[in-house]
Structures are given as structure tokens and as C-alpha cells.
């Protein structure tokens, strides 16, 4: 859990910076800010999308993830747990709580630094990625802090809950992290949704992309179906 820990200290740091900071800066140079995030998350998800062999499975798990999202309620969910923080906190002058932390949970916790730092700090007992992610998350924490406010400070705490959730079921994920098709089309499916996450940042378009979470799980579930229906066809011909 080193590699959490410190993950968890950069980005509860990055965020408690960047919030001082953004109460002296002027709200249009703050979303100047929160515009230039979007556009290199956009790039960056976009990056990883291309990663993808087989375009249709990204497409197949961000539909269906969407929808077990939607089901499960993630992002009103996550929103509540937000606005819970916001009034505890109290943050009620904050008009950016909830998005900020939403927002910045998907930001961090998408991605295959995540899946694959966590199993090396708990199977390899290294944290050379997660060390690489922590400073990545510290400075975007700075940056997004500034614009959105507290509530990427609470994210901190979601990131070690999920982040620790991923490095103790480290030998059961081990499969998609040395399965090179499975780890592609996981992360081009991440990507898509870090995308959506940079439209967010741009302001061009709300998709409520904590709903599309489940999507990075049934990537690797739509993989293996697509393997057995071509291996039953083979055998069938």
C-alpha cells in the first residue's frame, strides 16, 4: 500500500495548495485553468483510445457500463456523497464542490498506471508507476483545486479507498495486466471515458462520466466473450 499512501498524500496536497491559491485568483484566469485540464485530458484520453485493436469493444463496453452505471446510480451516488462532504465541510459557498470532486475521482482513478501501479506495489512490492502517477495526479490536483475548489481534497480519500480496493484484489486483476489485448482495449475504453471527462472540463458537454465506471471492468468480459464465440466458430467450420 506504499505506493496508495503516497498517492493519496500528493493528490490531499496538490488539492489543499491549488484550493489556497484559487481563493486569490480571479474566476476567469480559474477557468482558463479548468479549460487547459480538459484539453490536455481530452488529448490524453484520446492517446489512450488508440491503443485500442479492436475499436468495437471499447464501444461495446462504454455502452454497457454506461448502463450499469446509470442502474446502480453511480453518479448521483458519488454526487451525494459530494454534497454530504460539501455541507459537513462546510462548503455551501462553493459552487464547484460537487463537480470538482467527481470530476477529479474520475481523473485519477481511470487509467492503466492505476491497475497496473497497484499490482506492482502489492505483488512486486515496487511503486515506480504509482510513484510516476502521484506526481502526474499532485500537480493536475494543483491546477484543478484551484478551479473547482475543496472538493478535490476529499477525492484524496475516495482514491485510497479505490486505489487500496485494487491493490489487495492485485493477483485476481493479474490476468488483465499480462494479457496484453485485455490490457489494451481496458485502457482504450478508459480513455474514452477520460475524454467525456475533458468535454466536462471544457464545459461543452456534461456526460456524467461516473456512471461509465463499470465500463473499465467489462472490457475484459467483453474480450473474453468475443474469444470464445471466435473459438466456436473455428471449431464449428
Not at 40 to 52: A, E, I, N, P, Y
Not at 57 to 64: E, N
Not at 136 to 142: L, R
Not at 179 to 190: F, K, S
Request: charged share 15%.
Amino acid at each position: 500500500m506504499r505506493g496508495t499512501l503516497l498517492n493519496t498524500a500528493t493528490v490531499a496536497v496538490g488539492a489543499t495548495v491549488g484550493w489556497l491559491i484559487g481563493k486569490q485568483i480571479p474566476g476567469s484566469y480559474q477557468t482558463v485553468a479548468l479549460h487547459g485540464l480538459g484539453l490536455v485530458t481530452c488529448g490524453l484520453g484520446m492517446r489512450m483510445f488508440l491503443q485500442s485493436r479492436n475499436p468495437l469493444i471499447a464501444a461495446l463496453a462504454v455502452a454497457g457500463g454506461g448502463i450499469i452505471g446509470l442502474a446502480l446510480g453511480l453518479h448521483a451516488g458519488i454526487g451525494e456523497i459530494a454534497e454530504w462532504f460539501k455541507q459537513t465541510l462546510g462548503q455551501t459557498g462553493s459552487p464547484r464542490f460537487v463537480d470538482g470532486l467527481v470530476t477529479s475521482f474520475v481523473l485519477f482513478c481511470i487509467g492503466p498506471m492505476t491497475l497496473l501501479g497497484c499490482m506492482q506495489d502489492a505483488l512486486e512490492h515496487k511503486i515506480e508507476l504509482l510513484s510516476l502517477k502521484s506526481t502526474m495526479d499532485g500537480v493536475a490536483a494543483v491546477f484543478l483545486a484551484a478551479a473547482s475548489g475543496a472538493g478535490v481534497i476529499v477525492t484524496a480519500l475516495l482514491l485510497l479507498l479505490y486505489q487500496g480496493a485494487l491493490t489487495l484484489a492485485a493477483k485476481s486483476l493479474r490476468p488483465i495486466a499480462e494479457d496484453e489485448e485485455l490490457l489494451a482495449e481496458t485502457t482504450a475504453t478508459g480513455g474514452a471515458i477520460l475524454f467525456a471527462t475533458g468535454l466536462g472540463l471544457l464545459e461543452i458537454k456534461d456526460l456524467h462520466t461516473a456512471n461509465y465506471l463499470p465500463a473499465v471492468f467489462l472490457a475484459p468480459a467483453v474480450v473474453f466473450i468475443g474469444r470464445k464465440v471466435s473459438r466456436r466458430s473455428k471449431v464449428a467450420q
